[in-house]
């Protein structure tokens, strides 16, 4: 079961201790304004004393009633249902506790507060409980709120670090001297060989930076878009490995629409190159497919390399992060003694519309 902090957001022992004393000392002076003096400080004293008795039931029972509909009702697109039940509820639970007090303890503590001896306001006393009341409420709601969206810039201040990240990433990746020399090696054996074939090279490798640039500034790309810069990337390492290396994508066409995290397949598929062996005895074999309607799955045969691999593991995590900005499944990662795999979640515009609602 939930803690009641976990569930209001924070610990609000502070606000009970400093909160009903104040409550009670202004229940008091509404309550008794005319008959309250400073030459009957035991009336006044006894007064408070009551009333914090009061306060605290009603402070409890509130709470209750708050923590339960905060439980039911955790979404903030609930928000308008869980006030209008919440507040029929504590009209409800007020009038319930007043009675059962009034029967019960009511006699006996105004005998010992000597109020049978002033005349108090009885219409002023529940209007003033529950205007009383919902303030307390208001309170929570207000520090609750406050938080949501302290949580909220936080969670756009580390989506907009890992969106960074993930440039850096891409473009580190195509960039980098290593990816470079093999490229322009590959390039330097075509020419003489193929003209033709050198020059589609060249246009790949354009297009690989250019999707980079592009995307940017973009959060999610269609899937369909992805793809397209997926096949530029592969042409790439396929005149690099050749037969070595096997990737079969199988994507349903009426899928391509969704959404994905940009670069997140390039990522993964050179994660899978640079980590496992590709050569002529051990080919690499990816596969590229989407299972149970909204599993993107990306797939390796795993055969690691002896030699110690330099890793942050920064891109996969990278991946995870951004991907729990916008859909409410994780990143998942399997590893066997056969396979690497990735389960990146398709995310619809339906589900996008759900998520940012």
């Known amino acids: 079961m939930q803690s009641f902090r976990k569930i209001l957001g924070f610990n609000d022992l502070w606000l009970v201790v400093i909160g009903t004393p104040i409550a009670a000392v202004i229940m008091t002076s509404i309550l008794f304004n005319e008959s309250l003096s400073l030459s009957n400080p035991l009336f006044f004293g006894r007064c408070i004393l009551v009333s914090i008795f009061y306060v605290s039931v009603y402070w409890i029972a509130f709470r209750f009633v708050f923590v339960l509909f905060r439980k039911q009702f955790p979404d903030a697109k609930d928000i308008r249902k869980r006030l209008l039940l919440q507040t029929g509820a504590i009209l409800l639970t007020y009038s ?23 005349d108090p306001n009885l219409v002023i006393e529940p209007i003033s409980s529950l205007i009383l009341a919902f303030l307390v409420i208001s309170i929570y709601e207000g520090i609750y709120y406050f938080k949501l969206l302290t949580q909220s810039i936080l969670e756009k201040e580390q989506l907009q670090k890992a969106h960074i990240q993930s440039q850096l990433q891409g473009l580190k990746s195509q960039v980098n001297p290593h990816f470079l020399f093999n490229s322009l090696n590959t390039l330097t054996q075509l020419i003489p060989e193929d003209t033709d074939k050198a020059v589609r090279f060249v246009q790949k490798l354009a297009k690989t930076y250019r999707y980079i640039l592009e995307t940017r500034d973009e959060k999610l790309i269609c899937l369909k878009e992805e793809l397209e810069f997926l096949h530029a990337f592969i042409y790439l390492l396929k005149e690099r490995f050749g037969e070595n290396l096997k990737i079969d994508i199988q994507i349903n066409p009426d899928r391509l629409q969704d959404k994905v995290i940009p670069l997140s397949l390039q990522l993964l598929v050179e994660n899978a190159i640079k980590h496992n062996i590709t050569s002529k005895s051990k080919p690499l074999y990816i596969k590229i497919r989407i299972e149970n309607d909204n599993q993107l799955i990306v797939q390796n045969n795993l055969q690691l390399k002896n030699q110690v691999i330099n890793s942050t593991k920064l891109g996969l995590e990278n991946i995870k992060k951004r991907y729990q900005f916008y859909s409410d499944k994780l990143v998942e990662v399997n590893i066997t003694e056969d396979h690497f795999k990735v389960i990146l979640p398709l995310i619809t515009t339906q589900n996008l519309v759900a998520q940012n609602s």
């Not at 319930?96 to 002033?118: C, E």
């Open 96 to 118: 319930i506790i007043r009675k059962i007090l009034k029967v019960t303890i009511h006699d006996y503590l105004h005998n010992f507060a000597g109020v049978d001896h002033y």
